[in-house]
Every structure is written in C-alpha cells, then in structure tokens.
C-alpha cells in the first residue's frame, strides 16, 4: 500500500498512463488488426474513405469511451455501495441494482418498442432505485443496522425476481429476442455516440458529488456512535451516496446492459493499492475501474474468434474467484 | 390447539414420524387442493373437456380423442408438476435446516445453476436436442458437481454456514456467466432453446419424463423425511446435537445428498426453476409449526401446489401460447418472498 501523498499521487499517474495505454490498445486490437501509426492518423487525420479509419472512429473509439464511463462508474459505485453499506461484497451487480434496472429497460423495450434512449435511462434510474432500496431495507437487522449475508442474500433474491420477470418477458416477446440477450449480457459494442451525450452531464453530476462526499464518507467508515458524536449528518450523506450510486449504476446498465463483477474487484483492488481514505480510493477507482473494462473489453475479441465473447461474461469470470476469496475469509465486513 | 398427535412407527422404532393434529388438518387441507388443482388442470386446455369426460377417461380403459389428450398429453405434465415441485420444496427445506439459515435454496446456492448449466452445455455445445435423454444425467451431475465444489471449499477453509451460502452464490454467478456464454455464442434457435429451458418449463412432458423423475423422488423424499429429525437436533447448535448423540457430519451428509439430488432431478426435468425452493419452505413454516417430517411433508405439497397453479397460468392463461411455468413461479413466489424478509426483520 501506497503511504506517503506523493507515492499515491505517482500511483495515480500509473493509473492514468494505464487508462491511456488501455484505451489505445482498446482501439488498435481487434479482428481487424490496424497498426499503431494508422490509429494515429485516424485520430489525428481523419480520411473517411479508409476502411481502418472506419472501424477506428466510429466503431472502437466510440466503444472505448463507453467502456471507460461504464468502467469508472461502476467501480466507484461499488466503493461507494461498500462504505455505505460495510460490506466487503456490496457492488450493483451482487446486490441486484444491476438487474432492477435490467429489467426496467426490458419492460420498456418491450412495451414502448421505440428505442429511445433518454426513456431507457430513466427506467434504469427507476429499476436501480427500485431494486437498491428493496435490498437495503430487506438487508438491515432490526437493532445491528446491516448485515452482510443478509444484504447479499437480499440481494441475490431480488436478483432472481427481476432476472426471471425479464426472462419471461423475453421469452414471450421473441422477436426481440437476440438484440437484447447480447444486450443484457453486458456489452459495450454498437452504442453510438448519440446515446452517450444525454448522459453525460449526469456523469458528471455524479463525479461532482463524489468529490463534495468524500469527507462525509471518511466519517462514515466509523463506529455508527462515534459518527454521531462528530456531529455527520448520517441519513442525508447515506442518501446523497445512495442516489449517485444509483445514478452511476443505472446509466452504465441503460449503455451497457449487465456488467457484474467490476464494482466488486476495482475498490477491493484500490483499496490495496491507496488505502481507504476516499479522497484517494475514488479516484484511484475510477481510473483503475476505466482500465479494467477497457482491457476485458480487448480481450473478448479474441476468447473465441471470430466471435466475441460479452465482456459481462469477461468480467464475471474474472470476479467470481475473487468473490469466492472474499467470502471464504473470517469476516465479511469492512 | 389440542396436544394429540399422531404417531407412526416402525417396529424397530428406529422410525418414528410424529405428527399433530393440526399438521394433519394442514395435510389433508393441501391434499384435496392438490387433487382438486390437478383435476382441473386435466380438464382446462385449448380442446376443453368436461370433468365428467375427463373422469371417464381416467379411470376407463376406453379410447377415444379425449382420453389420449388427457391420458397422454394432460396427466403426464400434471404429475410431472407435482413430481418437481414437490422435489423442490423439500431440497429447500432441507438445505435450509443444514445451514440454519431460511434464505438458502438450490437456486441461491448455485445448485440449480450447476444442473443449468451442464444442461445449456449440452444443448448449446454439445448439441442435443430439446428433450435427449442425456440431459438429466448431465444435469444432475452438475448439480453434484457444485455441492461437492461447495464442500469441499467449506471443507478446507472450515468455513461457516453463511460462508457456504456465500460461496455457493459465488459459484452461482461464475455458473451464470459460462450460460450467458454459451447461449451468446450458439445460433439463434439453439439459444432460444436454451433459453426456454432455462425459464422452467413443462412444456411437452411425457410419460417418460414422469418415470425418469419417479425413482429420484420415491428414493430421496423417503430418506429426507427418515433424517427430518435430525434437522430439529440440528436447529439447536452444533454442541447441542453431538450431545444428543446425532452423529452430526454423517447426517448432514445424508440430507445434503437427498437436497442435492432432489434439486437437481427436478431441475433435469423441468428446467431452471428459482423460487420454489426458496419460497415453499416458508409457506409450510407458515402454515404448521411441525418438527421437520411434518414441514417436509408439506413443504413437498406446497411446491406442487405452486408449480401447479403456475404450469395452469402458464397453459391457459395467455393461450394459444403456453408460456413457460418458471415465471408465475416467480410472480407467485416473490412478492410472498419480499413478505417473509421482511417479517424476518422482526
């Protein structure tokens, strides 16, 4: 662990040069393989009639910015859903914020077929608040405030509610079937631009406040009754944390579909790497969780050529060791 | 409520199986809307028959065009429903007294996805056909694969029942992913296979299904129940029981093996139902306040009951499509889920 501010502030321009050479990787790799001086031509001259200039700008430089906000958003709502809740193995995806808000862009892609993004995302903001406020209440204890394993297995439960509803959906509403399965596999191919740009200034909402809460948050980590004799505002910095989560989980959902594991690893692995004063450990996850993704993302283009493997399923099968870790440890609390 | 109780024993008295009245009154109550939802499940469909026709037909020998629709078409999915359901209810029941915890179930601890998962395998990559006499094998070696798995980790690191469920909703999700993976990559009509037996279906039982399933449940049901008491022992704390002279990992055992292959029978035949197994053991708490031979008997009928009424919905509620039975499972046993979590804050 890195101790002193100027190693964490190195340890921060490792992490960004990471982000850099990913993102690059993101867009030089893949079926089609372009050579390093052609990428930088297609960023810096653009020539349409070229097939490579192509594929670089609107299909993988596209992807790559998806994959860096979705990366980013969903490893600092999963520090944040840890803090909030002290729970090594809170993230969106195991305590089904993910599928709440699954399954509200499901119902309505099925019922409002018009594709419209901006009503997709607040169904998402719906489902994710749905699904995250069902499982805090359902996970407290009555006196001990939140368990863990109550928590997670809350979560799990309403995981499996919303997944199976949206399976139902699928299976009676067939036509549509294929676009969405790889959908809600987690992906970040195919998403325009034009997609991107409403959400945006939520992101950066998101971030804005990130950076107001991180005292708050600090505090936060400790003994409830001390927390209260420093005078913390508990309930108003547990809702404004709650509401960016949500508000970062159900975006990457609504751009991204099903993306699990990824709120799980990056705080756990930042936390190793910057220790748990959150005006380091946010950062740190959101440039390493940027990272992550862009590099699973290259990765599934080559699992199984020529086909591509979802980058959830990347993802889950990097997390799952990690969760076994987690789990099979004393205890499960931070 | 009065105190007598019904008492069965074998000779030996190595078998006892005690049970109040009430539990009893609880029995038979589900019993006959067991075999009343039955009887009209063999009578709704898209060529409706009257009960009389139908009645006719069962206890006749006599041919006709109803009486094959009934005979082998209705009756088979009917048994079929009751068979998993049943199947399901006990594994939750009985994998919730081994790790002292009511939010278990097959589903939660990854062995319905272990059994799915060696199913999709099959039907994906291995490419067999909806209904190949291979899958329940498969699947039910998978569903032993993840128990074994999970044992084997609280094995070597000691862990706790909560840690078992942890891990087992670890391996859950992992099982979830290669599924998500091999559907992905399949073409179009063999994903939406899988995916269709993913859901829980009874769609085109027969008989066959019915027999295949018969042995698991008439074998594992009876040991289950033999064991129950145990369960009670168990519910007391470890020291407890090893004092009471349960030879405690020996029975543990023996109930995980009638859990797991209860589950992954039921899951073989009618695909990967979730809440069943979570839900019916509550109901049955709910409904009798037994020791665990009389909640096993009726957490056994509860999981028909539900899976019944759902396979009904299923059929008959948005036909001419036959939708499969897994997702009014769901819409019936969530919310009652959602109910119980939260009385369980109490």
Known sequence: MLTSTSGKLAGLAIALLLVVMSFAGSLAFGQFATSFSTLMRALLAYDPASTSHL??????????????????????SGALMQSLTRNALASPGILGIN?????????????????VPASLIWAAFMGAATAGSIVYFLGREPGAGS??????????????????????????????????????????????????????????GA???????????????????????????????????????????????????????????????????????HRWLLPGCTLLGASLLLIADTAARFVIPPQEVPVGVMTALLGAPLFLYLASRRSQSL | MSNTAIVLRTRSERLTLRLSRHTLFVVAAL??????????????????????????????????????????????RVLLAILVGAALGVAGLVLQGLVRNPLASPDVIGITSGASAAAVFLLTIGGAAQGS??????????????????????????????????VGIGIASAMGALITLMIVTSPDTTAMNAYLWLTGSLYAAQWGDVLGLLPWVAVFLPLALSRARHLDIMAMGDDMATSLGSALNLNRLVLLLAAVALAGSAVAFAGGLSFIGLVAPHMARNLSRSGSAGLILIAAMVGALMLLLADIIGRIGFAPRDLPAGVFVACIGAPYFVYQLHRLRR
């Open chain 1, 55 to 76: 594929i670089i700008v609107t299909e993988r430089l596209p992807r790559a910015i998806v994959a860096v906000l979705v990366g980013a958003s969903l490893a600092v």
């Open chain 1, 99 to 115: 599928a709440g808000a699954m399954l509200f862009v499901v119902i309505s892609a099925a019922f409002f077929t018009d594709n």
């Open chain 1, 147 to 204: 368990s863990p394993l109550r928590t997670v297995l809350a979560g799990v439960a309403v995981s499996a509610l919303f997944v199976s509803f949206a399976q139902g959906l699928l299976v009676v509403n067939q036509e549509r079937f294929g676009s969405l399965v790889f959908w809600l596999a987690g992906s970040v191919s195919g998403r325009g631009l034009d997609m991107l740009w409403p959400m945006l200034p939520l992101f950066a």
């Open chain 1, 207 to 277: 971030s804005v406040i990130c950076v107001f809460l991180t005292r708050q948050l600090n505090v936060l980590s400790l003994d409830d009754e001390v927390v209260r004799a420093l005078g913390q505002r508990t309930g108003l910095v547990r809702l404004t944390a709650g509401l960016v989560v949500i508000v970062l989980s159900g975006a990457s959902v609504a751009l991204a579909g099903m993306i699990g594991f990824i709120g799980l690893i990056v705080p756990h692995i930042t936390r190793g790497v910057f220790g748990r004063d």
């Open chain 2, 31 to 76: 019993g006959t809307a067991l075999l009343g939802s039955a009887f009209v499940s063999l009578c709704l469909g898209s060529h409706s028959t009257s009960p009389a026709n139908v009645f006719q037909a069962l206890v006749s020998p006599h041919e006709s065009d109803i009486a094959l629709i009934v005979r082998e078409i209705r009756l088979p």
């Open chain 2, 133 to 166: 006499p291979l899958i329940p094998v498969v699947a039910i070696a998978g569903a032993f694969a993840v128990a074994l798995t999970i044992l084997t980790v609280a094995w070597i690191k000691h862990a706790t029942p909560g840690q078992l469920i942890l």
